[in-house]
């Protein structure tokens, strides 16, 4: 069996401990130490939890780790009204860099000031992941720091941590139910290769199997797992006891 690169390995190892945990929480306030502890390892320490499904940015909010003048800031002069970020997370379903949320700076004025006002306050670059849940809503965890390290393996382990502390934090608050299903074990070994951030040509090449295939079975483990996307496969898979810590 091809061996997983260091990094890579390090790097997914941490992000499933971090399911592990999370899903061991008894509260939303346990599950977002443990967040913030482990973003803050590579330098991130502001956070939000967001649902994008009202107009006031205050009811919006699940969980607020920004700092607290900036959240004063923010809605006071409802900044939310032109924030590119949000506004972007509705369109996508892939992880971002806040300065690749796309706006015209000469047309929307605000939105550039959203951006430069954002840095005053120790965020110059931010990390979003937007949630697509089955039920329309949409929902998002941004994080953003000074310097933060996004080199080899870092994006993917905070795609895959943000989607659990959400997950977590909103199964807690008892927004929507957790569906489990069994997968099979070509499904789950999938899984388990996907997990450790191997591409779909890469697991066809270790499984001796074609890429359709993998692509095959990638797409049933999301449909029996409720899943909206194949990070969030993970993430429900893992929670379902599918993949662990020690498949890897």
């Excluded at 502001?46 to 003048?69: C, K, Q, T, Y």
């Excluded at 009204?81 to 000469?106: G, K, Q």
Aim: aromatic share 6%.
């Amino acid at each position: 069996m091809q061996k997983l690169d260091q990094v890579d390995k390090y790097w997914a190892a941490r992000a499933l401990t971090f399911v592990e945990a999370a899903e061991v929480a008894h509260t939303p306030d346990q599950v977002l130490k443990v967040f913030s502890h482990e973003i803050a390892q590579v330098g991130f320490y502001a956070h939000l939890m967001i649902v994008l499904d009202s107009r006031e940015f205050s009811r919006r909010v699940l969980a607020n780790g920004w700092h607290p003048e900036w959240t004063a800031v923010y809605t006071k002069e409802k900044l939310a009204d032109d924030d590119p970020v949000p506004r972007h997370t509705l369109r996508s379903i892939n992880p971002f860099l806040w300065r690749e949320a796309p706006y015209d700076s000469e047309a929307e004025p605000r939105a550039l000031t959203v951006m430069r006002r954002a840095v005053d306050f120790g965020m110059t670059e931010g990390f979003c992941v937007p949630i697509h849940h089955g039920d329309g809503s949409v929902a998002g965890v941004s994080i953003a720091g000074e310097r933060p390290d996004l080199g080899h393996g870092v994006r993917a382990a905070l795609h895959l941590m943000s989607l659990a502390a959400h997950n977590r934090v909103r199964g807690l608050l008892r927004l929507g139910p957790t569906v489990q299903h069994a997968l099979t074990p070509r499904e789950r070994e999938v899984l388990r290769w996907m997990a450790v951030g191997k591409t779909a040509w890469e697991i066809g090449e270790i499984l001796d199997i074609a890429e359709v295939t993998v692509n095959t079975h990638i797409s049933a483990a999301q449909r029996k797992l409720n899943a909206v996307n194949r990070a969030s496969t993970i993430v429900n898979a893992i929670r379902a006891g599918e993949v662990s810590l020690s498949d890897l």
